[in-house]
């Protein structure tokens, strides 16, 4: 994982997500340090630093995953 998050359960199961969502480890780093409109111009990695962030990253790549917007 190339982010500065510990790691915990949480992240390891949002990272464990982008790896199912992107297809690769490669794909889901790429995705997860990129600013993104939904988080307000803000990356993954960076939003996921608070309880609800995680919560956030989480349900947009779970909208991802089942092909629905978040």
Known sequence: MKHNLPTNKSNTE???????????SVEADAWLN??????????????MKT??????VQKILTAILYGHTA
């Open 34 to 47: 990129e600013v993104h409109a939904l988080l307000g111009g803000i990356s993954p990695i960076d939003y």
């Open 14 to 24: 949002i990272y464990t997500l982008a790896q199912e969502v992107f297809g690769s």
């Open 51 to 56: 309880e609800n962030g995680k919560l956030e």
